[in-house]
């Protein structure tokens, strides 16, 4: 007890949290669940609200743009998500990962699950994964809504052990390659050797 200001009083839980994490005893906003051995390995983020497709993109002068409602949606994920991978420590893996997304909705209307997937990954480029090249497997569930389980996604991120990439041929075996393709190919277009597609010419007549 400090003199003469009472006991000290500890902050509450949900002080401690960052504001994605928040977690209501009704509907949570968003929670987060770790799992370390050694190091994090596996995140897992639930983020409550309508699942959402990311829109065709309108094509203008040759260049792609992404629509409003769009951007605001991934913008807000990549937030929640960059919350939660600080507050749980989450270090982006260097190498593939599996992604498990399980979407759920509250009723019948709502977007194809690969494009909700697609914004997802978008939105997790840079915070959760290097990325979407990365992902290694991809697993995507529908489910409907309950009052233990309400609208919304739910995220989990595993680091999957890094395999040797192909290597990048260089340009002189793509050149011996590809002779040895076109010889090939001639070979068995003119297996007499003849010089003119397997044709027989009559020999030219001296005058």
């Known amino acids: 007890m400090r003199p003469g200001r009472g006991p000290r009083r500890e902050p509450p839980v949900c002080a401690l949290l ?6 209501s005893a009704s509907v949570p906003l968003a929670s987060v669940r770790g799992k370390a051995v050694g190091a994090v390995t596996t995140i897992t ?5 309508k699942p959402l497709p990311k829109g065709r ?3 203008v002068n040759g260049r792609a743009h992404t629509d409003a409602k769009t951007r605001a949606y991934e913008t807000m994920l990549r937030a929640k998500f960059a ?4 507050f749980d420590k989450w270090t982006i893996p260097s190498g593939d990962v599996v992604v498990d997304i399980v979407l759920r909705f509250g009723s019948a ?3 194809d699950v690969d494009n909700c997937a697609k914004a997802i990954l978008d939105a997790a480029q840079g915070v959760l994964m290097a990325n979407d090249k990365c992902v290694r497997s991809l697993y995507i569930e529908r489910e409907w809504a309950t009052a233990e389980r309400p609208e919304g996604i739910t995220v989990t991120v595993t680091s999957s052990p890094m395999e ?9 075996a793509l050149r011996r390659e590809r002779r040895e393709h ?4 001639d070979e068995r ?6 010089g003119d597609g397997g044709v027989a010419r009559s020999p030219a007549r001296i005058r």
Not at 45 to 49: L, V
Not at 164 to 172: C, D, L, N, T
Not at 189 to 194: C, H, K, L
Request: charge should be positive; aromatic fraction near 0%; proline fraction near 15%.
């Open 189 to 194: 277009a003119d297996p007499a050797g003849t």
């Open 45 to 49: 983020i639930t983020i409550a609200g």
């Open 164 to 172: 040797p990439r192909p290597k990048k041929p260089r340009s002189s």
């Open 18 to 23: 960052p504001a994605c994490a928040v977690v």
């Open 57 to 59: 993109p309108r094509v």
């Open 109 to 111: 209307v709502h977007g």
């Open 83 to 86: 919350a939660a991978a600080h």
């Open 182 to 185: 076109e010889a090939d190919t």
